[in-house]
């Protein structure tokens, strides 16, 4: 069906559908909606929510419809780059259902930038030189379901995480473009997705970076995933990459970037929001806002994308793991994995990353040594020697970065 763009005018100031906006949906309905006087306020008839599974892989899991939030589950993450029909989705708000990327531009604007500059689309390719990353990006609260207590939230469990090959120009070129003022010390991004609520004056979600990482030579304001558009639901025509960190900082269906004299203070920047306790809480303790951090760097973490968890080995015969791992802004040193519940490791054949902030593949044979029950246990190691935990990490409120080792269960026969 064709589907409206919920962020097109399609409520009057009191919040009720305009007359013009319900003939559109009686037309693209080609039918009436019979109780129409009765929609409630800012009130989307259903049959025009956008579906982007349409465009997804069927085993994709979906948490949440309102709004789209779709996890990979580890198996099918097993491709060195995570495909786009393999891509979870996380989105905070209502994704925009049509985008006019001939006309898109990118606005540069702010306290702390020297001029305030508009950008086509098209000429940010012509521009400013093209590079190609490959990044992960994780979503901050990747694992909530495994904290006890149970935190609030999407329950993701290991597949809010892909790493695409992405490509687009520098965030540090267009910033030195428009010029920074001394005082700039962080960015902040906006996108055309509309508020959860259809209130055209609040944001889903509007997060940035510190400037050192804004200035990375792979922070990059992309338009390809792949080699291709990105998926509408992804962010397209244009987003903002920063890998390594929570993938709430790399902002979908970017159309402003501000240039801020202070901590960016947009949606979700603020209150305990993608933020975690500065001092260590006990399970269940929620410390007051000021005792928060904003979540940076992602932690260590790796998972087993090759066998599927349930897999049935015939006796004697070796088994063949391979996945990846990854660590933030940090690479993975080594990667271990253990058949007897951590009592011993072997050291699994580790690949250096295709580029920085790229995951690592790495592959493994593991001997088990009589029929009967196993757990495979994954553990990585990132460049400073931080390992990931085995059992659940430090609780926090919003349940944020539960890097718990990836298990597998197979069975010899
Ligand atoms: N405009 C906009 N950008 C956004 C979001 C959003 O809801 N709106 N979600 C953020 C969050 S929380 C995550 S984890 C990633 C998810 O990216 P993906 O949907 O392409 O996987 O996008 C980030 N950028
Ligand atoms: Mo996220």
Known sequence: M??????????????????????????????????????????????????????????????????????????????????????????????????????????????????????????????????????????????????????????????????????????????????????????????????????????????????????????????????????LVNGAPLRLVVGGWPASTSGKWLHTIAVRNKVHDGTKMTGKSYKVPINPVEPGVDPPEDQFKIIESMPIKSLITYPQTGAMLTKGQPLSLRGHAWAGDRSVREMHLSADFGATWQKADLKPPKNRLAWQHWTAEVKLPQPGYYEIWARATDSEGVTQPMVMPQWNPEGYLNNACHRIAVKVG
């Open 2 to 231: 064709a589907l409206l763009n919920p962020s097109d005018n399609l409520f009057n100031r009191r919040g009720f559908l305009k007359k013009s906006s319900l003939a559109t949906l009686t037309t693209l309905l080609g039918t009436d909606i019979v109780f129409a006087n009765q929609l409630p306020k800012h009130y989307l008839p259903l049959a025009f929510d956008i579906d982007p599974m349409a465009t997804k892989d069927k085993g994709l899991v979906v948490l949440s419809d309102k709004p789209w939030n779709v996890e990979t589950p580890p198996h099918l993450l097993d491709d060195a780059i995570t495909p786009a029909d393999k891509y979870f989705i996380r989105n905070n708000g209502l994704a925009p259902e049509k985008v006019d990327a001939a006309n898109w531009t990118l606005t540069i604007k702010g306290e702390s930038v020297k001029q305030v500059k508009t950008y086509k689309l098209e000429d940010l390719k012509k521009q400013f030189k093209h590079y190609t990353y490959q990044l992960v990006l994780e979503c901050a609260g990747n694992g909530r379901a495994g904290y006890y207590p149970k935190t609030s939230g999407n329950q993701w469990t290991l597949g809010g995480v892909g790493c695409a090959e992405w490509t687009g120009v520098r965030l540090k070129d267009i910033l030195n473009d428009a010029g920074l003022k001394d005082d700039a010390v962080y960015i902040g991004y906006y996108g055309k997705d509309l508020h959860i609520s259809l209130d055209p004056k609040k944001e889903a979600i509007s997060r940035g970076v510190p400037m050192r990482k804004a200035l990375e030579d792979e922070t990059l304001v992309a338009w390809a995933m792949n080699g291709q558009d990105i998926p």
